[in-house]
């Protein structure tokens, strides 16, 4: 996607890349939030849904009207909305109960990373050894985060189970990404977007049933609807509009660089809202990331 030539000289599409992360940030806020209140699949499940109820009138007639394409496209929607609403739903709130919210961001920010190996699996994307050592120094700085600096944690398995539930949202949100470029759609973008997060609900329904059977019952009440909300609207509707903006007028390229704001916001986030410290595991293995995702995202010439 090539930048806008009518915003490119302006301030306006850069002051989108700083704005867009607080909102994206958010989706932190809810993960050691909102957990606390509403059962981390049930909030991912109602999330997702009302994201659909609230979008939905806007674009009824354009779905209604490409019933052909929507046939074409189920399966693909479906998978879109299982990666990137299920996998990338549930699992960012599930980790939010056993980790911090500075991991969770800094974590997070390797799903570029696995993007690009990804697209070199599946669509034959070109690498150069910038990228490869890009993508070993990155990596590396998040098996620091991980294992909280300690080596020993790193031999013995010892990880966080909410740093691996953060580890698999990002890997899915990479699985999300490469086929949501490399699949073209007949849908406008926001419509499109309707639809994934349509299946997205659908994906997690059965397992917010096993949830509420087996493990926890939601709770009716003002809080889930402050949560489920502010988890539909903030990290949901706004930031994926900011995001369609930032690529409008700057290009997807750097547009990506959000994904690394994101971080700085998650652990201020934490600091301000969760009494958290940053660490210096933390500053390493950031240093480290964004080390490897500046190595790694070098234009293939």
């Not at 999330?47 to 189920?74: A, C, G, Y």
Request: some cysteine; overall charge positive.
């Amino acid at each position: 996607m090539k930048p806008s030539a009518t915003k490119r000289n302006n301030l306006y599409p850069y002051l989108l890349l700083l704005i867009q992360p607080i909102f994206m940030a958010s989706n932190i806020i809810v993960a050691r939030g909102g957990v606390e209140y509403v059962p981390p699949v049930s909030l991912a499940f109602w999330r997702w849904l009302t994201v659909f109820i609230l979008l939905m009138p806007f674009f009824f007639n354009e779905i209604t009207k490409k019933k052909e394409q929507f046939k074409k496209e189920s399966f693909k929607l479906f998978f879109l909305g299982l990666m990137g609403c299920g996998i990338c739903g549930a699992f960012p709130f599930i980790a939010g109960m056993s980790t911090t919210m500075a991991n969770m961001g800094i974590i997070y920010t390797s799903s570029p990373i696995f993007i690009i190996f990804l697209s070199v699996l599946f669509f034959k994307d070109k690498i150069n050894i910038s990228r490869i050592i890009g993508l070993i120094v990155c990596l590396t700085g998040v098996l620091i985060i991980i294992c909280k600096g300690d080596i020993f944690y790193l031999v013995n398995f010892k990880f966080t189970s909410g740093d691996l539930w953060m580890l698999g949202a990002a890997i899915g949100w990479a699985i999300y990404s490469i086929f949501l470029i490399n699949w073209r759609s007949n849908f406008s973008l926001m419509a499109r977007f309707t639809l994934i997060a349509f299946f997205g609900a659908v994906s997690l329904f059965p397992f917010y049933l096993i949830e509420e059977s087996y493990f926890f019952n939601t709770t009716f009440n003002i809080n889930f609807l402050f949560w489920v909300l502010f988890a539909a609207i903030s990290p949901g509707i706004i930031a994926f509009t900011l995001y369609t903006k930032v690529q409008k007028y700057v290009g997807a390229s750097l547009a990506g660089f959000t994904l690394y704001i994101f971080s700085i916001y998650s652990a201020i986030y934490g600091i301000i809202l969760f009494d958290e410290s940053l660490l210096g595991f933390h500053y390493y293995g950031a240093a480290l990331v964004f080390f490897g995702v500046y190595l790694a995202r070098k234009i293939v010439k």
